[in-house]
C-alpha cells in the first residue's frame, strides 16, 4: 500500500476552498495514470481499469464502493463489460481535494489485489448477497 493510500481521508466543509494547482502536481506525481480532466467545468481525477469480464469488473466496483463508503467519500463508476471508469473529486469544494487523491491511491491499491484473477461468487437466493466461491 502506498503511503497516499495509507492516509484517512478529512472531512470537507461546504464552502471549503479546491486544492491549488500546486497541490495538485505534487499530488498527481504520487498516483500513476491517472488522468486530470475537467468536466461541467470541475477538474476530476478519472482512470480506466480492464478486466477479463463482467464479473471481475463488478466485484471491483463493489470494492471501491466498498472502500469509498467507509471513508464517506464517493467517485462516479461506469462499470461495462471488461472495464470500470472511476472518477474521483470533491462535491463540496467543486473540484480536487487531497481525499481525492487519497482515494486514488486506494482505487490502485484494490486494482493490485485482484491481480488477473477475477473473483469468483454466486449471488445468495436473497439476490442481495454475494458468496465467495
Same mark, same amino acid.
Given at each position: 500500500?502506498?503511503?497516499?493510500?495509507?492516509?484517512?481521508?478529512?472531512?470537507c466543509?461546504?464552502?471549503?476552498?479546491?486544492?491549488? /494547482? *500546486?497541490?495538485?502536481?505534487?499530488?498527481? #506525481?504520487?498516483? +500513476?495514470? %491517472?488522468?486530470?480532466?475537467?468536466?461541467?467545468?470541475?477538474?476530476?481525477?478519472?482512470?480506466?481499469?480492464?478486466?477479463?469480464?463482467?464479473?471481475?469488473a463488478?466485484?471491483?466496483?463493489?470494492?471501491?464502493?466498498?472502500? /469509498? *463508503?467507509?471513508?464517506?467519500?464517493?467517485? #462516479?463508476?461506469? +462499470?461495462? %463489460?471488461?472495464?470500470?471508469?472511476?472518477?474521483?473529486?470533491?462535491?463540496?469544494?467543486?473540484?480536487?481535494?487531497?481525499?481525492?487523491?487519497?482515494?486514488?491511491?486506494?482505487?490502485?491499491?484494490?486494482?493490485?489485489?485482484?491481480?488477473?484473477?477475477?473473483?469468483?461468487?454466486?449471488?445468495?437466493e436473497?439476490?442481495?448477497?454475494?458468496?465467495?466461491?
Amino acid at each position: 500500500m502506498t503511503e497516499l493510500a495509507q492516509q484517512k481521508c478529512q472531512p470537507c466543509q461546504s464552502g471549503s476552498s479546491p486544492i491549488t /494547482a *500546486e497541490e495538485i502536481t505534487a499530488l498527481q #506525481a504520487k498516483i +500513476t495514470d %491517472w488522468n486530470l480532466l475537467e468536466y461541467e467545468g470541475i477538474p476530476r481525477l478519472q482512470k480506466l481499469y480492464k478486466f477479463a469480464n463482467f464479473q471481475g469488473a463488478i466485484a471491483f466496483t463493489n470494492a471501491v464502493g466498498e472502500a /469509498a *463508503e467507509k471513508e464517506g467519500h464517493h467517485p #462516479a463508476l461506469l +462499470t461495462e %463489460w471488461g472495464k470500470v471508469t472511476v472518477s474521483w473529486w470533491t462535491h463540496d469544494v467543486g473540484g480536487l481535494h487531497q481525499n481525492d487523491f487519497i482515494m486514488a491511491a486506494r482505487t490502485d491499491d484494490i486494482y493490485r489485489k485482484f491481480g488477473s484473477k477475477t473473483p469468483s461468487f454466486s449471488v445468495a437466493e436473497d439476490g442481495l448477497t454475494f458468496l465467495a466461491k
